[in-house]
């Protein structure tokens, strides 16, 4: 399969390192990285331990290939740059993959690319960009892949063999939404807390004041995915988070990550897009605009 992976930071190289293993990879992203594979290849390191070569561009110009997937792992706040620059590559068989935080990333494609073209993933793997060239895998997790209407399409099945087939262990979900409001749920409770105490994830669970903390957000989450057609027990996403915490216990969240950088976080994409989920139905959200103000400040 021909595969374009827009957006080649941690999550992007991991995935493009893993899937060319029995595909032609595009890596898109920006230098030095991009540069340093272009050299040395991509290095990965910790849980995988790899050296691939890839083709890696800083340009869409440079695409030589028709893509049959189109994998974007951009930041949030680049989604809508990133839709406008794959339009011309986008032909009747392409298909366009969202594996990325927040909510609101399918309106943002959904402005420039067709619907039909677009299907949607979440990934538990921790990936950190250690140097340019060189990622580290520091948690394998599972990836769950759908159609926007859940219809479990030959193309989905199609995409889940080529996943897995890669080493990416992939299921495919027939409620993608629901999948990806549990993500932006778990998201909101772990990354701004730990973004602004500096800490790792696992911190949240040793101290009890911010445990009942990252209970409460869950609580006040779920509810905003309930009014939004949405039913997910709130108990059951608790639960779901602190086994996330559990299981990346020694990482730094991806937002905290982006605060080490001095680049811009997906706040507005997480709690930003609760808060105002939540506004639309008229529910007060306190902890996620606590969170949200303290990020964004």
């Known amino acids: ?91 009747d068989h392409t298909m366009v993959v969202s594996l990325q935080n927040g909510l609101d990333n399918i309106g943002k494609i959904e402005q420039h690319v067709g619907k039909k073209h677009i299907l949607v993933g979440v990934t538990t793997h921790g990936a950190l960009f250690s140097e340019p060239g060189t990622i580290t895998h520091t948690g394998k997790g599972t990836t769950v892949l759908g159609e926007l209407d859940g219809y479990p399409s030959a193309r989905l099945q199609t995409l ?60 006040e989450s779920s509810l905003i995915a309930s009014l939004n057609g949405v039913q997910i027990s709130s108990s059951e996403l608790i639960e779901k988070t602190k086994r996330v915490i559990r299981d990346t216990a020694h990482n730094y969240s991806s937002m905290l990550q982006s605060i080490q950088q001095g680049k811009k976080t997906e706040i507005e994409s997480i709690n930003g897009a609760l808060i105002r989920s939540g506004s639309e139905h008229h529910l007060q959200t306190p902890l996620n605009r606590i969170l949200y103000d303290l990020i964004s400040r």
Not at 7 to 30: C, E, P, Y
């Open 1 to 91: 399969m021909n595969i374009v992976i827009f957006g080649s930071g941690a999550i992007g190289s991991l995935f493009g390192a893993l899937l060319s293993k029995h595909n032609t990879i595009v890596l898109v992203g920006r230098a030095p990285h991009i540069t340093c594979i272009r050299k040395k290849g991509l290095t990965l390191k910790g849980k995988t331990r790899l050296n691939v070569k890839v083709t890696a561009v800083e340009s869409v110009k440079e695409i030589n290939l028709s893509p049959d997937l189109i994998l974007l792992t951009v930041k949030s706040y680049d989604t809508e740059s990133a839709s406008t620059q794959i339009v011309p590559f986008i032909h």
């Open 160 to 219: 889940v063999d080529v996943f897995n087939n890669s080493g990416i262990e992939t299921q495919m979900s027939t409620e993608i939404i629901k999948e990806i409001w549990k993500k932006a749920i778990i998201n909101s409770s772990i990354n701004p807390l730990t973004a602004f105490l500096g800490c790792k994830n696992g911190y949240l669970l040793e101290n009890p004041l911010l445990e009942k903390i990252v209970d409460a957000v869950c609580r």
